[in-house]
């Protein structure tokens, strides 16, 4: 099977724009996760879809947002980007959000923000 | 509440001796615990995973990790290192049932050769 994509892989914006990163799941994956990594803050959770439907959301601002798709590709949203907002954007996959799977990862979208 | 603490941030080792990575966590439920690897600019890769099982997992590559309930510890170790065992690892935390995952500060892996 192939593995969790990301697009773009690297990313250069100006602050106050907005961005749209994709991430296509595992066949067969129905839960869809997103995270923040950043030097100083780690790897943070962002939120979790499952069929089309938000699960679970992190602590972080409204400017971040996402959405998941019939076919279970995911896309998140961050809206009026901060400096503080350059980061790795990773996504990962699962079968079955109700049994604590492990979740794949992709190679995440490096967001750069000037 | 869940939570992970990785004690060390940085480890050092010579190629060909044990390789320890310690975890500590914390969860008001059963847990879910995980190892994963990052080498630089790669996405994580999962190595070994713990869901109620057995509490000593063997995962990929010779490593594997213990389950203490009683220290709420979750060590990974590997007899001998690689080279190629250089990486970022971190410790995951997720509720049994809940599909959301906390994670580790991370602790760098450098091995000498």
């Known amino acids: 099977k192939a593995g969790v994509t990301q697009t773009p892989r690297y990313l250069i914006k100006t602050r106050g724009q907005q961005v749209t990163l994709s991430c296509s799941p595992i066949?067969?994956?129905?839960?869809v996760s997103w995270y923040q990594q950043t030097p100083g803050q780690g790897l943070q959770f962002l939120f979790e879809?499952?069929?089309?439907?938000?699960?679970n959301k992190g602590n972080f601002p409204g400017r971040f947002s996402g959405r998941q798709f019939s076919n279970s590709r995911s896309e998140m949203n961050v809206s009026t980007l901060e400096l503080g907002d350059s980061a790795l954007y990773l996504c990962?996959?699962?079968?079955?959000?109700?049994?604590?799977?492990?979740?794949?990862f992709g190679p995440g979208t490096r967001l750069t923000v000037t | 509440a869940q939570s992970v603490t990785q004690l060390d941030s940085h480890v050092s080792v010579s190629e060909g001796t044990p390789v320890l990575l310690r975890c500590n966590y914390s969860?008001?439920?059963?847990?879910?615990l995980f190892w994963y690897v990052q080498h630089p600019n790669k996405g994580l890769q999962l190595l070994l995973k713990?869901?109620?099982?057995?509490?000593l997992v063997k995962g990929i590559n010779g490593f594997e990790a213990e389950f203490k309930k009683s220290e709420t510890s979750f060590h990974l170790t590997k007899p001998s290192a690689h080279m190629s065992d250089a990486a970022e690892y971190f410790c995951?935390?997720?509720?049994?049932?809940?599909?959301?995952?906390?994670f580790g500060s991370g602790t760098k892996l450098n091995v000498k050769p």
């Open positions: 990962a996959s699962s079968e079955n959000r109700d049994l604590g799977y492990e979740q794949y």
């Open positions: 066949s067969g994956h129905r839960s």
């Open positions: 879809y499952f069929s089309e439907t938000q699960r």
């Open positions: 969860s008001s439920y059963s847990p879910s």
């Open positions: 713990y869901t109620s099982a057995a509490t």
């Open positions: 995951v935390v997720s509720r049994y049932n809940f599909n959301k995952f906390y």
